[in-house]
Each structure stands twice: as structure tokens, then as C-alpha cells.
């Protein structure tokens, strides 16, 4: 937890932040891939697969949080994240040396050190991480040239079943991400750097994500499709009553 007293100094610093020449130089050689999605699409399990070819390296964040234990596995150091002080996060972001970073509920840091792409450029693999939408459009402004996939359900009723099948959700939670859903749903249909990809099939959705990052980019007729279904899918949740 981030003292009350800190949050305006990190404020500032996030307000005024500059990378460093050390990160640009690291973004410039790599080759990164971002991954978006709304709730419950499926974007992680299409990263695990994209790793599992080893021509992958994800982007562990850095966190000022403490490490949580997830269904009885406790988070380990450098898997799930790398956890540091808030005085180190700091410390590096003042010597520019994220490439995103970002204070969540004012109670903690979060954010990708440059030292996570070098790892990929060095071992000459391609960089990939799941990102929020602001995140990703931060990153664009830095590095043009990355490759972005946003992530979509085949259709409305298959990606609420997919929502139901996460478990147990109360109904602000539920409330909470259709929300966020609705705003990244209307970047996805406004945003020019996206390349859609529709989940439907795990194996043709994993291949389609490896031939764009092969070929830089998705037909036309592609891309208008998903632009279509991402305006439906947004119209659609405006609709529900679960957002009034």
C-alpha cells in the first residue's frame, strides 16, 4: 500500500515521464507483440500457447504490491511478477527505464521494464504481454511499428457462457469489467493499430495471432469484420442490464 503522502509525488513524476535512451534503444532492436482483450476472451491462454512454441518471451511486470496466493499457489518472484519496493520503482521509473508504468487505486505501481525486452532482444524472441487498452496506446506512441492483437469472442452469447464458466462473480465485479469491456470494445472499433482476432477455435485463433506476427498484418476483409463485431459486441453490452 502506497502511503497517501506519496501519491502526488508519483502523480507528477508519472505526468511528466520520459524514457530513457537506454529504453529506446532496447524498443528499437525488439520485436514486440501486445495482446488486448476485454474480460473473459480468452487472451491468456492464447499467450500460453504462443510460448509454448518458444519463439515467445512474456513481459513479466514489476509490481509494488506483495505477492498473493492464487487457488493455493503462492506467487513466486520473477514468475508471475517481478515484486519490487516502491523506493526501487521509483527510482528506476526517475532514470526512465519503464516503458509503461502506471499507479493503480493509488496503492501501488505497476508497470514493464525495459530489462524484460532486452531479455527478448538478446535471446532473439519475440516480446508479448497482455495490456490494458491505455496501456497499449501508450506503447504505440513509442514504438509504432509494434504489433497489437485485439482479441474477440465469435459472438455475444458465447463470450457471456465464457464469463459464467470463470466461477463465481459478484454482481459489481460482473458489473465492473462489461464495463471496462464497453470502453475497450470502443477503442478496438476507433484505434488503427489493432489487428482482430476473432476466438472461437483456441488452435485457429493461436495460428492466425503466429501468421500476423510472420507477416505484419491481416487481410482487409478481416479486419473490417472484426471492427464490425466489436461495435455489435459493445452495442450489445450497452444494452444489458447489468451496466445500468
Known amino acids: 500500500m502506497i502511503p497517501e503522502s506519496d501519491v502526488e509525488s508519483i502523480n507528477n513524476i508519472l505526468a511528466s515521464y520520459q524514457i530513457s535512451d537506454h529504453a529506446k534503444e532496447v524498443l528499437a532492436r525488439v520485436k514486440l507483440l501486445l495482446m488486448v482483450a476485454p474480460t473473459s476472451v480468452g487472451r491468456?491462454?492464447?499467450i500460453q500457447k504462443l510460448l509454448e512454441t518458444g519463439d515467445y518471451h512474456f513481459l513479466r511486470s514489476d509490481t509494488t504490491r506483495p505477492p498473493r496466493v492464487n487457488n493455493g499457489i503462492p506467487e513466486i518472484n520473477g514468475r508471475e511478477y517481478w515484486f519490487r519496493t516502491e523506493a526501487e520503482f521509483i527510482d528506476e521509473l526517475k532514470r526512465g527505464e519503464f516503458v509503461e508504468a502506471a499507479l493503480i487505486h493509488n496503492q501501488q505501481l505497476s508497470g514493464i521494464n525495459i530489462r524484460e525486452l532486452e531479455i527478448a532482444a538478446n535471446d532473439n524472441k519475440i516480446a508479448v504481454t497482455d495490456l490494458e487498452t491505455?496501456?497499449?496506446?501508450?506503447?504505440?506512441?513509442?514504438?509504432?511499428?509494434?504489433?497489437?492483437?485485439?482479441?474477440l469472442p465469435p459472438g455475444f452469447n458465447e463470450w457471456?457462457?465464457?464469463?459464467?464458466?470463470?466461477?463465481?462473480?459478484?454482481?459489481?465485479?460482473?458489473?465492473?469489467?462489461?464495463?471496462?469491456?464497453?470502453h475497450e470494445l470502443q477503442e478496438a472499433a476507433t484505434e488503427d493499430f489493432y489487428q482482430f482476432v476473432v476466438n472461437d477455435k483456441l488452435e485457429e485463433a493461436v495460428r492466425h495471432v503466429i501468421e500476423i506476427v510472420r507477416t505484419g498484418h491481416s487481410s482487409a476483409e478481416t479486419q473490417a469484420i472484426g471492427r464490425e463485431l466489436s461495435v455489435n459486441l459493445r452495442q450489445t453490452l450497452l444494452s444489458q442490464s447489468d451496466l445500468k
Do not use: C
Not at 160 to 182: I, Y
Open 44 to 46: 491468456n491462454t492464447v
Open 134 to 151: 491505455v496501456g497499449a496506446k501508450n506503447i504505440h506512441k513509442l514504438k509504432p511499428d509494434l504489433l497489437a492483437i485485439f482479441l
Open 160 to 182: 457471456m457462457e465464457r464469463l459464467r464458466d470463470r466461477g463465481f462473480m459478484s454482481g459489481e465485479e460482473k458489473k465492473r469489467r462489461l464495463n471496462s469491456a464497453v
